[in-house]
């Protein structure tokens, strides 16, 4: 990680990760998170256990909230407060939602993300009480729909929010792996193309594997874009 300037006005510095870097720390959180609690990793990662991380890193977790103020497609906000833990909020829209499961899984790795890697910018900067007047949501990142899973890269918080949690429900070692063995197992040389029949049988592997959205399983086998080794022997 190094220090850039902040484009955006809302910090001097901002932290730049490499996505190798992101993929090495949220493999080393959430192996370590799982081992701490069970002795052993095994995935999908379940969403109580997303809740207790949550719950170690910020002051409070409201799965149950009313986000609608802030707009329609906003489903996660997590709120810093200098020198505390941040408070992070999930629209009550995904947990009362059966057939949202996995965006409830994804959003609240997603404020996950924000809280691990961004609460301390606000410990460094805080917002001004001039700022906070004039921006009253200066001290919130406030997370809409389709930026969940990935940004642009210039809007760089939602950008690495949405990386973590990929790496997070999904760690490279892995992916990687699964899709080493598809490969191996249909005798397929390189990159598998996600156009393809394999392409999603090995997406649908994924999304089983993980329990995560077609989407999800897509953007994080996009990103990783492994390449198999050649059989051997
Ligand atoms: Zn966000």
């Known amino acids: 990680m190094k220090y850039v300037r902040d484009t955006t006005g809302r910090f001097q510095q901002?932290?730049?990760?490499?996505?190798?870097?992101?993929?090495?720390?949220?493999?080393?959180?959430?192996?370590?998170?799982?081992?701490?609690?069970?002795?052993?990793?095994?995935?999908?990662?379940?969403?109580?256990?997303?809740?207790?991380?949550?719950?170690?890193d910020a002051q409070d977790l409201d799965l149950y909230a009313d986000l609608s103020h802030y707009g329609a497609d906003v489903e996660g906000v997590t709120e810093f407060q200098p020198n505390h833990k941040p408070r992070v909020s999930i629209s009550k829209e995904l947990m009362e939602n059966d057939r949202r499961a996995n965006r409830l899984r994804t959003t609240m790795t997603h404020e996950y993300g924000h809280v691990k890697f961004h609460a301390y910018l606000w410990d460094v900067e805080p917002p001004s009480p001039d700022l906070l007047r004039r921006v009253p949501n200066g001290n919130k990142i406030i997370c809409k729909r389709e930026t969940m899973i990935d940004a642009a890269q210039t809007d760089w918080m939602e950008w690495q929010a949405g990386y973590i949690c990929g790496a997070i429900l999904m760690p490279k070692t892995s992916v990687v792996r699964i899709c080493r063995e598809y490969a191996e197992a249909h005798g397929l040389y390189g990159a598998v193309s996600l156009q393809t029949t394999h392409g999603h049988a090995l997406m649908a592997q994924v999304v089983s594997t993980f329990a995560v959205s077609d989407d999800a399983a897509r953007v994080r086998l996009l990103k990783l874009n492994p390449r198999p080794a050649p059989p051997t022997g």
């Open 14 to 56: 901002r932290p730049h990760y490499e996505p190798a870097e992101l993929d090495r720390e949220c493999e080393t959180i959430i192996t370590g998170f799982l081992k701490d609690l069970y002795g052993k990793v095994e995935y999908p990662v379940v969403t109580d256990d997303l809740t207790k991380l949550i719950e170690r």
